[in-house]
């Protein structure tokens, strides 16, 4: 979630000094080889509007182990809201689970 100013702008010197630490490329790199482990399998392609999400989250402990992928909609993966213990509330996306 982006860091805000007092004035309700956004603080993108917060972003900066947040994506160069190395936890965060450790992270990002830990999703780009997922994504591309499935785009092996030919589950995932570029702009097919999938995301690869992980079950359990990598900033919570999860691996890109293959009982922790799944391959989701790029809206439904996006759409969710977390309690205060960061667990999941809800799904907002009216369309999830209709064909």
Do not use: C
């Not at 805000?4 to 190395?22: F, L, V």
């Not at 591309?36 to 995932?44: F, I, P, Q, W, Y």
């Not at 391959?71 to 213990?85: P, T, Y």
Request: charge should be positive; charged fraction near 35%; hydrophobic fraction near 20%.
């Amino acid at each position: 979630m982006p860091r805000t100013n007092p004035d309700g702008t956004r603080d993108y010197t917060y972003d900066t000094k947040y994506e160069s630490t190395s936890a965060h490329r450790r992270e990002r790199s830990e999703r780009t080889l997922a994504r591309r482990e499935l785009a092996k399998e030919g589950k995932v392609s570029v702009g097919d509007g999938q995301d690869v999400d992980h079950i359990r989250p990598l900033s919570k402990g999860g691996t890109n182990a293959w009982s922790n992928l799944r391959v989701e909609s790029a809206h439904d993966n996006r759409s969710f809201e977390r309690n205060s213990d960061s667990s999941l509330k809800r799904n907002v996306s009216p369309t999830k689970g209709k064909k």
